[in-house]
């Protein structure tokens, strides 16, 4: 939250007088839709005149000056989400500003707003948010989903068996960016490979996108980026919302959640989310089901309790996956040897609760005290053919960080105490034709740790320095330095440098699941070490005027540079592969740019490039990573009606070709050329909307690009032959859904 | 079909361009984008009003409707109920009061 520091610009009307300006006006604190009260001590100032005040009892402030104008007036108070407007020219006027708490979560800023993807401009760091009406341009269904219209984030098909989606960002798996649910990291271990779909879509109120290294307040995981989610709050919660979803898939989704508020100190909110796949698809007629069969409920409860000078959340997640792919009758609760059959059978049961506790102080109004708890239990049982995995790990977390200034506002410190435990017992059997090993990989990890990050906020520019130890209990001291700048070049241009370690405990069995979806045996290295990255990038933004509409302009480069990897070597050989440590180098250079402009009233295009050298060695060579796409390109069409009853949407989505592995056929040749097509994907979505409910239809893959043969050795499914992992694109081809969703606001 | 939806909504759109919709502008005190918001929310979905469309800056809203199905001044008296005057009609005081704080006259001043 604290990173959702926000540019607001206020209309304003002018008039003209002289130079001498004299700015007066009261700032309130956001209580609810209906209340405000005076916020005594917030600090407002002209940001290029240097000169401001301090608000008093009352909340007003007044300032006299002489000043170049333009100028911008920013209003900070710790805890709040800082505000700026614009100053034209002088008039005489009383200001009366309204500063939300960061405790109110985004989505009232966001109405003000109303943009759905934006880059947040008083951020330092490089953070792409996007709000619900971005999350609505494609019935995302879940987490995984729901970046499929964007392009910093790609989604993809991990393999060609399990259904399950896979994300990328910068060229990298999914597993180097740290994922984290309202600034509690999540989604390790066992959840790495199916845990996005355990987060339903309609849960999520915002996504924030962070490139390269985040915070350090958050652990030290961050390696190509950080994405955060925010749930649904109690406190703005809808009082009852309905999404209905089906597909010719076959595919039917139930969403529910409501909320109330119970005094005003206690809110609460629930969700239920039901899904299943009931329908047998085999388009390509190999025998095997496009779309794995499965039922998913997941169920969340949570609690908000906020008084004056405490704030207290407890929230507890409970989820469960069955899913049962591969060969078409295949029966997951049936043997699979006396069926004949190859089956993928998942069953994921996922436990969480969380909590958050906020301390603020009356005497030191510019301190607080927030302590987060997150506890996790997880069983993931999985079968691909003759190779079976049963985990289960136990993970506790509690991070307590105090914030406070320093001298004034524009020196910020926050400093705190982190303490994970992760207990971690795996058993991966393989009866593979050429290969019978049974591997027990538990583990233990224990890590207490300490942080501190520094902000200054200048008038132009802002640099955050950051800095982690952790003592692993494995792997002893790790140290974790981070750095962002923010500099405004213009009112309307910033730009961001960031450079920082990420430091990571692999776990070559779930960082490599869908690699099950092969015969070919693994041969693991011994001794692991830990993952070790370096990340430095620079990115550009501007705001500008195109015939005289609204546009964004931006541009970046990263570098990830890695010091450790467990690299997946498919190139030594390809009768197995192997997993070791990184022998020689491993890095990524992603440059990306995005252009987004409103050519007419309420029609947005958004488009972006992006180019991806990721390299690692493999085979004894620097080789291109396998199925990262040199070029990826990305355009969006919205259109909102001008009643707002009818929106648009349009997306289509280039994958540039991308390195396959090697293999053998089933007659003992090779494939030859290991390049992938160039995957093209149209998307689109018409919404219309009545007074308290609005219903969708949409398309997925509208060109019905598909893979005609996926897997190799489809018919001798336990054959040394038999891959499922050279799946880079759809099997099933065309998709069309339709759905509605119903809302109660709250009175 | 998809894209038979577009050009089938584009179609009904073009249908409705017919001489008794009438295009008004009505001054309101509205003042933010919570109020352009609230007065929009509740007209777009009006049977009669084909759009509305709130101007920040001189606080006018433009509305297209069709005069055989509301007249003006029930559009007017749609907007008071809201809490905000239309032209000379008056916001009606109890909605107003219900109106956030900063929506109120003066909120913003």
């Known amino acids: ?747 | 079909m998809v894209a038979f939806l577009f050009v089938m909504s584009g179609y009904v759109k073009a249908q409705k361009n017919k001489p008794k919709k009438r295009v008004v502008f009505i001054q309101t005190n509205a003042q933010c984008g919570d109020c352009k918001e609230r007065i929009e929310g509740v007209l777009n979905f009006k049977s009669g009003i084909i759009y509305s469309d709130l101007n920040m800056d001189d606080k006018k809203v433009e509305i297209k409707y069709n005069s055989k199905r509301i007249s003006l001044a029930e559009i007017k008296t749609i907007i008071s109920e809201i809490g905000y005057d239309a032209d000379e009609v008056k916001a009606v005081e109890s909605a107003q009061s219900k109106l956030p704080g900063c929506c109120q006259p003066g909120g913003h001043d």
């Open chain 1, 1 to 747: 939250m604290r990173y959702i520091l926000f540019f607001l610009i206020i209309i304003i009307s002018w008039s003209s007088f002289g130079q001498k300006i004299s700015l007066q006006g009261t700032i309130n604190s956001y209580i609810d839709g209906k209340n405000t009260s005076p916020l005594f001590g917030a600090e407002v100032f002209l940001k290029n005149a240097k000169i401001g005040d301090i608000t008093d009892e009352k909340g007003s402030f007044s300032i006299r000056t002489d000043a170049e104008l333009p100028d911008t007036l920013i209003i900070r108070y710790s805890g709040y989400h800082s505000d700026s407007l614009v100053i034209n020219e002088w008039e005489e006027n009383n200001y009366r500003i309204t500063l939300y708490p960061q405790f109110v979560s985004d989505e009232v800023i966001i109405k003000a707003r109303r943009e759905n993807s934006s880059i947040m401009r008083l951020d330092p760091r490089n953070v792409e948010n996007l709000s619900q009406g971005e999350l609505r341009k494609a019935a995302c269904c879940n987490l995984s989903e729901s970046f499929e219209t964007n392009a910093t984030v790609d989604v993809s098909l991990a393999d060609g068996v399990s259904g399950s989606k896979r994300i990328q960002m910068m060229g990298l798996n999914g597993r180097y960016t740290q994922l984290q649910f309202e600034n509690i990291p999540f989604m390790h271990n066992l959840d790495q490979a199916f845990g996005l779909s355990s987060v339903p879509g309609t849960w999520i109120q915002s996504i924030q996108i962070t490139k390269g290294a985040g915070t350090v307040t958050n652990g030290y995981e961050s390696m190509a980026g950080l994405i955060n989610l925010e749930y649904m709050k109690p406190d703005n919660i809808e009082r009852l919302f309905v999404n209905g979803y089906g597909s010719i898939q076959g595919r039917g989704e139930l969403n529910i959640h409501g909320g109330k508020e119970l005094n005003n100190k206690w809110s609460t909110a629930w969700f239920v989310h039901g899904a299943s796949v009931f329908q047998e698809n085999d388009r390509n007629k190999d025998g095997f089901r496009d779309v794995p069969l499965g039922d998913i409920l997941i169920a969340m409860n949570r609690w908000k309790y906020s008084a004056e000078l405490f704030r207290a959340q407890i929230g507890v997640k409970i989820s469960h996956t069955d899913q049962q792919g591969g060969q078409i009758g295949y029966n997951r609760y049936e043997n699979q040897a006396s069926q004949g059959l190859y089956g993928v059978g998942i069953r994921n049961t996922n436990a969480e609760v969380f909590g958050k506790t906020g301390f603020l102080f009356e005497k030191d109004i510019f301190s607080s005290v927030g302590v987060v708890y997150y506890a996790k239990y997880n069983e993931l049982n999985t079968v691909f053919g003759n190779r079976t995995l049963n985990a289960v790990e136990k993970r506790g977390y509690v991070n307590a960080m105090h914030e406070t200034i320093l001298g004034n506002t524009n020196h910020k410190l926050k400093s705190g105490l982190s303490f994970v435990y992760d207990d971690l017992e795996q058993t991966m059997d393989d009866r593979l034709p050429n290969d019978t090993t049974v591997r027990q990989f538990d583990r233990t990890e224990i890590v207490p740790g300490v942080f501190s990050e520094y902000t200054y906020t200048g008038s132009r520019s802002i640099v955050v320095l950051g800095a982690r130890a952790d003592y692993h209990n494995l792997y002893a001291w790790q140290f974790t330095p981070r750095a962002n700048y923010k500099l405004s070049l213009t009112e309307k241009m910033d730009i961001r440098l960031t450079a920082g370690r990420g430091f990571r405990v692999s776990n070559y069995v779930t960082d490599n699941l869908s690699l099950m979806a092969t015969n070919l045996p693994w041969y693991v290295d011994n001794d692991i070490q830990p993952e070790v990255s370096w990340n430095f990038g620079g990115s550009w933004m501007w705001d500008f005027k195109l015939f005289d509409r609204k546009a964004t302009w931006t541009a970046d480069l990263y570098h990830t540079l890695f010091e450790n990897q467990l690299v997946v070597d498919r190139d030594e050989s390809s009768d197995y592969i192997r997993m070791g440590n990184l022998d020689g180098s491993s890095f990524s250079n992603v440059f990306q740019t995005d252009f987004k402009f409103e050519p007419l009233k309420r029609f947005e295009i958004k488009a972006a490039y992006k180019f991806l050298d990721v390299r690692a060695t493999t085979g004894g060579q620097l080789e291109t990573v396998l199925m990262v796409p040199k070029h990826r390109g990305f355009v969006n069409f919205a259109y909102e009606s001008r009643n707002h009853r009818w929106a648009y949407d349009l997306t289509l989505s280039v994958f540039g070709a991308q390195r396959l592995a090697k293999v053998k056929r089933p007659d003992g040749t090779f494939t030859e050329d290991n390049m992938s097509e160039v995957v093209p994907m149209l998307s689109g979505q018409i919404t219309h909307r009545f007074k308290y409910f609005e219903l969708y239809l949409g398309g997925e893959n509208m060109l019905d690009y598909r893979l005609n043969d996926p897997i190799i050795d489809a018919s001798n499914p336990f054959g040394e032959n038999f891959d499922a992992t050279r799946v880079y694109s759809s099997i099933y081809g065309v998709n069309v859904y339709a759905g509605f969703r119903v809302s109660l606001n709250k009175k």
